[in-house]
């Protein structure tokens, strides 16, 4: 079951147009080109397709919000940054089958009647910011982007923003002030982008895997598309599998593929004996082998206590020391805050000093109520996902490994060799 690598898996297949038009690219934008703005509308909507970038917002939803509002010019949004660690799949279509990703940009543009869309793009792809320009060129010069497409009365343009590093840029708000050429912060939410988004204006984002989707939903109609794997958020998804698995890649399954499955049957089994999993990235909270068989899906990750996100599924075994994976996440999160609201900016610092503390024989049980707290506190307060998400990795690694962190404070040592701990004295666990 391929939708969003359909055509990446074929032999000979290459990233220009020519390649793409040979596997029947872009007959879902010239089939769109009959339809209304509300059948296109209608049929996203239908097709269940929820966003692919974490928040898992209904597609079509957001589609509609922005269509109905009267206000223009109307603005498209791609959110092609990618910061989530361990998470490549959009690094993988935007090299390998850009014109996937322009034609469900411009059938956006035409569902919600907008004339110019946006790429944000990691600053570090340069070989695919190379591949998108190419892209849009060969696209203008067959006339399937710029003034009347197709010889329609439906006019668009696509222009690639760099983006400069900043994690925080997830954040469609924050992203929203980059492309603007103001620092990445986020905004106040309400409004919401789709009614006050770009410089105002009302504003689609989504990011590339979501209209990756979109030329085959159109094609093939939401009936199809809703049958697909898991009957709540159906589809296909691409799940990055990475750190101690035989096979890490990215693998496009059905939604309602189980974690046990994606990792013993696509991922060839964990190398050596399985700690827990990050099934979302560095935003997740940590899973362990008790969840195995939950479904991999929006509401089956979350209701195991965790979220799919992007779909970064973190694999970590038994000789890594959970205590210092939970600092170098903190270390994380505390160097890409962007520092505008003082839960984050004062809470990540501080968390970071005290799991520093912890891995070099410092710490007292106390910090690790002080941590508890400073969960809670970030997820209620903070004004953006980082600051809400920052602690969550530590908040689940205090709850499910509590002898572990115990044992670094009530006996300052550690199991594995590795640990800042043994490193510092030296010594292993005996």
């Not at 520093?356 to 970030?378: A, D, P």
């Amino acid at each position: 079951m391929k939708i969003v690598l359909k055509n990446i898996e074929k032999a000979n297949y290459t990233p220009d147009i020519k390649s793409y038009l040979k596997e029947g690219g872009y007959q879902a934008l010239k089939k769109a080109l009959t339809m209304d703005s509300e059948d296109i509308i209608k049929e996203v909507k239908a097709s269940k397709l929820v966003g692919r970038g974490g928040a898992a917002f209904p597609t079509g939803l957001k589609w509609e919000f922005a269509y109905k509002v009267k206000e223009f010019p109307k603005y498209v949004v791609c959110n092609a940054d990618e910061g989530e660690p361990g998470t490549f799949k959009d690094r993988l279509l935007l090299e390998n089958d850009p014109h996937l990703l322009l034609e469900g940009i411009i059938i956006c543009g035409l569902a919600v009647k907008s004339e110019t869309g946006f790429i944000y793009i990691r600053g570090e792809y340069i070989k695919a910011y190379e591949l998108l320009k190419k892209a849009i060129k060969e696209a203008e010069e067959s006339n399937l982007l710029g003034r009347n497409i197709l010889g329609s009365n439906f006019s668009f343009k696509i222009k690639i923003y760099r983006g400069a590093g900043a994690y925080v840029c997830g954040d469609e708000t924050a992203l929203l002030d980059s492309l603007e050429g103001k620092k990445g912060q986020s905004r106040v939410k309400p409004p919401f982008p789709t009614f006050v988004g770009f410089e105002n204006k009302p504003t689609v984002l989504n990011n590339v895997e979501t209209f990756a989707n979109i030329s085959e939903i159109i094609l093939k109609g939401a009936d199809y598309f809703s049958k697909i794997g898991s009957s709540r958020t159906p589809g296909t998804k691409l799940y990055c599998l990475s750190a101690d698995i035989n096979k890490p890649g990215v693998y496009e399954l059905p939604m309602d593929i189980t974690l046990r499955d994606l990792l013993e049957r696509y991922g060839g089994g964990v190398k050596g004996e399985l700690k827990a999993i990050l099934p979302g990235g560095l935003s997740s909270s940590l899973l362990t082998d008790r969840d195995l068989d939950i479904t991999m899906d929006y509401p089956g990750v979350q209701a195991a206590g965790s979220m799919l996100g992007s779909g970064a599924v973190k694999v970590i075994n038994k000789s890594r020391c959970i205590v210092d994976i939970a600092k170098r996440s903190a270390e994380f999160f505390d160097y890409e805050s962007c520092g505008k609201c003082t839960p984050c900016r004062e809470g990540t610092k501080r968390a970071r000093e005290i799991l520093t503390n912890i891995t070099e024989g410092r710490g007292s049980l106390s910090g690790l109520e002080l941590l508890k707290e400073l969960q809670e506190v970030m997820y209620d307060t903070s004004r953006c996902g980082l600051g809400q998400a920052a602690l969550n990795v530590t908040r689940s690694a205090i709850d499910k490994f509590p002898d572990e962190f115990k044992e670094h404070i009530t006996n300052k040592r550690c199991k594995v060799n590795i640990c800042p701990l043994n490193v510092k004295r030296k010594v292993g666990y005996v």
